[in-house]
């Protein structure tokens, strides 16, 4: 199992324009989640889904949207990128049964 | 609503000697609580969980960590640190809301000398 999966590692954005984070699991896990850490901080919640096509918000979604057509797929979609958005962006996934997320290694966004 | 505080923001350790890495936490519901570690750039590790099993939880490398309801705490401790151990360490509580959504403290950065 490659996990969870997230492309691209690094990315540098002007202000308003728009892309896509992706992420990947091959676990079959129902939950999936999108955090952002900022520098010297925890982690936050953004976007979560507890199947395919249902979504909810987080802590801190504004500026952001996502989507979940399959089990496998949770992209996280910037559409007018902001320099606060500059941050370490966290996919993960967790089972049903179990109460452990498992994380991607990250996607680096700067926004200049 | 639940929240974690961490309560040093660093910790300096020579190798050998014994650490240390203190949290305390709210929740609503009863908690699970995890300590993950972070190595620079890297992406995060799970190194122990507690789940309302056993109170005293052995993680990864040698860390274990002890819930103490009375005080909502869940220390992070190891009797000798190496120099591998030099992170960022998160306790997270997850509560059974929100699907289950992980709430993070602000992290302790952890040095170790030799």
């Known amino acids: 199992n490659a996990g969870v999966t997230q492309t691209p590692k690094f990315r540098i954005l002007k202000i308003g324009q728009s892309m896509t984070l992706q992420c990947t699991q091959d676990m079959n896990h129902n939950y999936m989640y999108w955090y952002r850490q900022d520098p010297g901080m925890g982690l936050k919640l953004i976007y979560y889904?507890?199947?395919?096509?249902?979504?909810d918000k987080g802590e801190v979604p504004n500026g952001y949207n996502v989507s979940r057509s399959t089990t496998e797929d949770f992209p996280l979609r910037l559409e007018l990128a902001a320099p606060s958005q500059t941050s370490v962006y966290f996919c993960?996934?967790?089972?049903?049964?179990?109460?452990?997320?498992?994380f991607g290694p990250g996607t680096r966004l700067t926004v200049l | 609503a639940q929240s974690v505080t961490q309560l040093d923001s660093h910790v300096s350790v020579s190798e050998g000697t014994p650490v240390l890495l203190r949290c305390n936490y709210s929740s609503s519901y009863s908690p699970s609580l995890f300590w993950y570690v972070q190595h620079p750039n890297k992406g995060l590790q799970l190194l122990l969980k507690y789940t309302s099993a056993a109170t005293l939880v052995k993680g990864i490398n040698g860390f274990e960590a002890e819930f103490k309801k009375s005080e909502t705490s869940f220390h992070l401790t190891k009797p000798s640190a190496h120099m591998s151990d030099a992170a960022e360490y998160f306790c997270v509580v997850s509560a059974p809301n929100a699907g289950n959504m992980l709430t993070f403290g602000g992290g302790t950065r952890l040095m170790v000398k030799p």
């Open positions: 889904s507890v199947g395919a096509g249902i979504t």
């Open positions: 993960a996934s967790r089972d049903f049964s179990y109460n452990e997320q498992f």
